[in-house]
T-cell receptor, first 116, second 111 residues
């Protein structure tokens, strides 16, 4: 089945530093990937849609300069949290579809970011 | 949540009992999906039901969809301790491509 790999699974960084999270589709090509954020015991909040070869589409209230998304190939999207602050601490999850827009999402295992 | 609500927020049952979770959404949809999430992990797709379908089965899972009420339910029969997880409904809007998640139900199955 379709596999999405996300790395790292956990990262701890200091305030003011930047952190890059990678999301790879291992056995399929993904022209579109989706980045979600999840707070403890809450639902997934869509942050942005990552489009291969073009700019990402951000949801309302998500700062594009804070959360930089690059989708340089059909199998890799990256999310960089720039100048991280403690309030950016969260669980970030990427996902992609392997076929039509109506097909289910395949998720990475998520990245637990802790900013100290 | 960005799309709708789920109830109950949390559910605790004994192994062997059935678990029912409900989901409501706000807009017209192409399909509704149910996902499972173990603590600290990504989500796993369970079942997808299209807007023109009313009921779907997969193993011990039964999903219903009522588009007139904009609601869906997920029934897990003969629950097992391994079913302990959070369950989320998610929708793709008519004409859209984004998947929006409900608030989720945390299920705890006691052995």
């Amino acid at each position: 089945g379709a596999v999405v790999s996300q790395h790292p699974s956990r990262v701890i960084c200091k305030s003011g530093t930047s952190v890059k999270i990678e999301c790879r589709s291992l056995d399929f090509q993904a022209t579109t990937m989706f980045w979600y954020r999840q707070f403890p015991k809450q639902s997934l909040m869509l942050m942005a849609t990552s489009n291969e070869g073009s700019k990402a589409t951000y949801e309302q209230g998500v700062e594009k300069d804070k959360f930089l998304i690059n989708h340089a190939s059909l199998t890799l999207s990256t999310l960089t949290v720039t100048s991280a602050h403690p309030e950016d601490s969260s669980f970030y999850i990427c996902s992609a579809r392997d076929s039509s827009d109506n097909s289910p999402l395949h998720f990475g295992n998520g990245t637990r970011l802790t900013v100290t | 949540s960005q799309q709708g609500e789920e109830d109950p927020q949390a559910l605790s049952i004994q192994e062997g009992e059935n678990a029912t979770m409900n989901c409501s959404y706000k807009t017209s949809i192409n399909n509704l999906q149910w996902y499972r999430q173990n603590s600290g992990r990504g989500l796993v797709h369970l079942i997808l039901i299209r807007s023109n379908e009313r009921e779907k089965h997969s193993g011990r899972l039964r999903v219903t969809l009522d588009t007139s009420k904009k609601s869906s339910s997920l029934l897990i029969t003969a629950s097992r301790a391994a079913d302990t997880a959070s369950y989320f409904c998610a929708t793709v809007n008519t004409g859209g491509f984004k998947t929006i998640f409900g608030a989720g139900t945390r299920l705890f199955v006691k052995a």
